[in-house]
């Protein structure tokens, strides 16, 4: 193996979440760099010639660091799956106030999707290649769906936010508005996922009419008819 490891460029950038005291970001930041470094080898190597050794000799841990922060070479990927699918909840969650629901979803998968914008131009070769990795290894495909799930309950907090300046309805609480709640965020989710999957299994441009901004787009059209007032007006109830 070489002793040069490629570094992902952006969209991949220390974890944006990270906070509390200074051994709390220490260790946020020690995980992006293993997941940094583990991406690096996936794309270059392949997934199934790099083991967790290798990601932790490039990353200059321990093996026994390595596995700490994650039990497998492939959850290791984990935190960039999750900082990619948070940069559109966060930009749904910082739109102007006032901005319809639709049109939100809508810029926000523009902005966050489009090469330049949320992501810089060089690093869509590499989001295709670990989105491809993860169609086609099973172990890889779980950590992907997860982080596409965990983006899903994020999005439907930034939905109820937006919609009534509150965290989603308890289930036990006023279980209508949030199954119509969490459906919204199901479909929008999927509709961001599906693009960006679909793209990755061709070899197309990331711009454009088949792009992932604009895929993505025409998917979320789906709720432009859906009855966001009825979320608010069956929890206030």
Known sequence: MSSTTPTPPPPFPEDPAADGSLTERRKAQTRIHIARTAAGLFVRDGLRATRAEDIAHAAGVAPRTFYRYFPTKEEAIGPLYALGARRWVDAVRTAPAGTPLPRVLEEAARHTLTPGLGVAEESWSWVR??????????ALGRVWAEACRASERDLAEALAHRLTEGPPPRPDADVSARARLCFAAAVAS???????????????????????AELATANLAALRDFPWDAVVRVRGQ
């Open 129 to 138: 290649t670990l989105i491809r990795l993860a169609a086609d290894n099973p």
């Open 190 to 212: 999927a509709a961001v996922r599906t693009a960006m999957e679909n793209w990755a299994a061709v070899d197309g441009p990331a711009e454009g009419p088949h792009g992932p």
